[in-house]
């Protein structure tokens, strides 16, 4: 098989051959189609909690980064059940669980990893969902029960995550209102939601004239919105959740009850009702740009910069 991997952080990605893990009780083999790229892959790569703790309790050997993929069943081991030879899937990897990263032409996963693809779905729409589709999903049905009638901040509208959250917040029948730059208002327009661009005047000042908030998702940092600005916008129960924490989080993090974080960890329970959304057309990805397996280093730089609208993908 083929995996892009770094033996540290201060080097490139690049591309080995390495022998297929055998399966265990359990698991199965995807031949992977397409592949997200999300921030946190990059991050990992730099160190900090999860990049420790994928160094303690990953895998032996080359380090693979990634989560995302989309795929087709191709290998099921002893006592696998819930998905036949030939399933279209998607799903994520877990270090957690001794896994490698998704950024390879293989992964070796277990079925509640996984949902199944209906024909309707192709893989590279499905690939922007692991990470990107869960995060938002997580904050908007798990810490909070975001309803009709309900309204959501979305800082860092236009990127892979905030832009999945426009789109599920109005799935919900709640409000969202996203912040953006100027060349991106449209787009949250169209998924929605209510745009304020961060351009024009300052965001939250601009924000706190469509109400109070049910939720506030942060997918820039406290270092742009600070939290304590936050909090004044939020409703009686609301709560803020951080997509990016930074040390100076931890704080508030720990000891503030209306303060969480919040990184999609794909399931095959979280994916089938985006899998459904997929499907019926009510969520759409925006993919960025596509890049080669091998290639996988000019994705993390241009993820890096901060500037993408949608996602990124990688195919091996």
Partial sequence: MRISSSLSHTEPLQILSVPSVPLRRGELRVRVAAIGVN????????????????????????????????GTVCELGEGTRGLELGARVVGGTDFSRGQRGSYADEVVVRP??????????????????????????????????????????????????????????????????????????????????????????????????????????NAVGSDVYPTSACEALLAPNGLIDLVVVRPADYWAVAFHRRVTTVL??????????????????????LVAARFSLADAEAAHTLSRAGKVVGKLLLLP
């Fill in 112 to 217: 509640d990893q996984c949902a199944q693809l209906p024909a309707s779905v192709g893989f590279e729409d499905a690939a922007c969902l692991p990470v990107a589709a869960v995060t938002p999903w997580m904050a908007l049905t798990e810490h909070t029960k975001i309803r009709a009638g309900n309204r959501v901040l979305v800082l860092g509208a236009s990127g892979g995550v905030g832009l999945f959250c426009l789109a599920l917040t109005k799935l919900l029948g709640a409000t969202a209102v996203g912040v953006c730059s100027t060349r991106n208002t449209h787009l949250v327009r169209d998924h929605g939601a209510i745009a304020i661009d961060y351009t024009a005047a300052d965001a939250l000042v601009a924000a706190k004239e469509h109400g109070t908030y049910d939720l506030i998702l």
């Fill in 264 to 285: 999609g960890r794909p399931t095959k329970a979280r994916l089938e009702p985006l899998v459904a959304a997929l499907a019926e057309g009510k969520l759409k990805p």
């Fill in 39 to 70: 921030p946190v892959d990059w991050k990992m790569r730099e160190g900090g909690p999860l990049g420790l703790a994928q160094r303690v309790v990953g895998p032996r050997g080359p380090r693979v980064v990634g989560v995302d993929f989309a």
